[in-house]
C-alpha cells in the first residue's frame, strides 16, 4: 500500500492551479503557432508562450483582460491559457 501511495503522489497534478492572478501581475500568453513551409518554420520548435503582458482587468469566470507594454489591449484570456511570468531572481514555484 505504501508502495501505491508513493506512486499516486508522485503522479498528482501539478501547475499552477493554485495561481490567482491579481491586477499588474506579469504573464505569458499561451500562442497557437503554424507552420509555415515557405519560411522553413515549424510548430513544435516555436515558443508556446508570448509575452510579457500585465493583466490590466479581472473579468467573470477566470478570464483576465491583458495589455501589453505600452497599454495594447492584448485580448481576453482564460487563466488556463496564462502562465506567470517568472523571472531568474522570481523563486521557482513547481
Same mark, same amino acid.
Given at each position: 500500500?505504501?508502495?501505491?501511495?508513493?506512486?499516486?503522489?508522485?503522479?498528482?497534478?501539478?501547475?499552477?492551479?493554485?495561481?490567482?492572478?491579481?491586477? =499588474?501581475? +506579469?504573464?505569458?500568453?499561451?500562442? @497557437?503557432? @503554424?507552420?509555415?513551409?515557405?519560411? =522553413?518554420?515549424?510548430?513544435? $520548435?516555436?515558443?508556446?508562450?508570448?509575452? @510579457?503582458?500585465?493583466?490590466? +482587468?479581472?473579468?467573470?469566470?477566470?478570464?483576465?483582460?491583458?495589455?501589453?507594454?505600452?497599454?495594447?489591449?492584448?485580448?481576453? $484570456?482564460?487563466?488556463? @491559457?496564462?502562465?506567470?511570468?517568472?523571472?531568474?531572481?522570481?523563486?521557482?514555484?513547481?
Amino acid at each position: 500500500m505504501k508502495r501505491k501511495a508513493v506512486e499516486r503522489e508522485r503522479k498528482r497534478k501539478r501547475g499552477n492551479a493554485n495561481w490567482n492572478p491579481e491586477l =499588474g501581475d +506579469k504573464v505569458l500568453v499561451k500562442c @497557437q503557432n @503554424q507552420s509555415d513551409a515557405a519560411k =522553413g518554420e515549424i510548430d513544435k $520548435f516555436m515558443h508556446v508562450y508570448r509575452g @510579457q503582458y500585465s493583466i490590466n +482587468k479581472i473579468l467573470p469566470y477566470s478570464t483576465y483582460e491583458v495589455v501589453d507594454r505600452d497599454g495594447k489591449l492584448r485580448g481576453e $484570456f482564460n487563466k488556463r @491559457q496564462l502562465e506567470p511570468y517568472r523571472t531568474e531572481s522570481d523563486p521557482k514555484t513547481h
